[in-house]
T-cell receptor, first 111, second 116 residues
Framework: AQSVTQLDSQVPVFEEAPVELRCNYS??????LFWYVQYPNQGLQLLLK??????LVKGINGFEAEFNKSQTSFHLRKPSVHISDTAEYFC?????????FGAGTRLTVKP | GAVVSQHPSRVICKSGTSVKIECRSL??????MFWYRQFPKQSLMLMAT?????????EQGVEKDKFLINHASLTLSTLTVTSAHPEDSSFYIC????????????FGPGTRLTVL
């Protein structure tokens, strides 16, 4: 089965600074890749996804991610974060009908 | 995007009772729904995959007799936690796949279960 590793459990940054949340995956078959955001006591909201085509994927709220097949990575980036971006971020990989999640990265944006 | 609802959003029950959580796809028909469990500050763990009209497929380590899943229609799946205990307290999230919407998976808002 596929697996996902989010390399940072917590990422503190200052407002308007750039941020990168790292995600690596492993799978023996081709996969689809996703990033979700979760606010406290809420479900998951899709930020962006990679299915095929261009390896640079743009999502909502100014986020983007780049699929790197050789490094099996799908890192999430934002050039300038806001206080409202403080949340938990999950990377997920889907192979066939099976979606697996990383452990999550807590992004805290400080004023 | 498509909408998935869950009811209730929060439930508190006494140990030994059973609790039913509903998951509905509001504007699409979902042949496949998923149930996840999330402990505080942890990731989502897949509990089971539910296919309409057939038995659910449970992940290893998940007790099918304790977590009863019914997917009786294309828009509704239910998770019943039977004889709940405090260790069953958790955040339960359902997800539904939209076959007509690029097969994307949409998530419900979650249900916070607290067993006293």
């Amino acid at each position: 089965a596929q697996s996902v590793t989010q390399l940072d459990s917590q990422v503190p940054v200052f407002e308007e600074a750039p941020v990168e949340l790292r995600c690596n995956y492993s799978s023996s078959v081709s996969v689809y890749l996703f990033w979700y955001v979760q606010y406290p006591n809420q479900g998951l909201q899709l930020l962006l996804k990679y299915l095929s085509g261009s390896t640079l994927v743009k999502g909502i709220n100014g986020f983007e991610a780049e699929f790197n097949k050789s490094q099996t990575s799908f890192h999430l980036r934002k050039p300038s974060v806001h206080i409202s971006d403080t949340a938990e971020y999950f990377c997920a990989v889907r192979a066939n009908n099976d979606m697996r999640f990383g452990a999550g990265t807590r992004l805290t944006v400080k004023p | 995007g498509a909408v998935v609802s869950q009811h209730p959003s929060r439930v508190i029950c006494k140990s030994g009772t059973s609790v039913k959580i509903e998951c509905r796809s509001l504007d699409f028909q979902a042949t496949t729904m998923f149930w996840y469990r999330q402990f505080p500050k942890q990731s989502l763990m897949l509990m089971a995959t539910s296919n309409e009209g057939s038995k659910a497929t449970y992940e290893q380590g998940v007790e099918k007799d304790k977590f009863l899943i019914n997917h009786a229609s294309l828009t509704l799946s239910t998770l019943t936690v039977t004889s709940a205990h405090p260790e069953d307290s958790s955040f339960y999230i359902c997800s539904a796949r939209d076959p007509g919407g690029g097969d994307e998976q949409f998530f419900g808002p979650g249900t916070r279960l607290t067993v006293l």
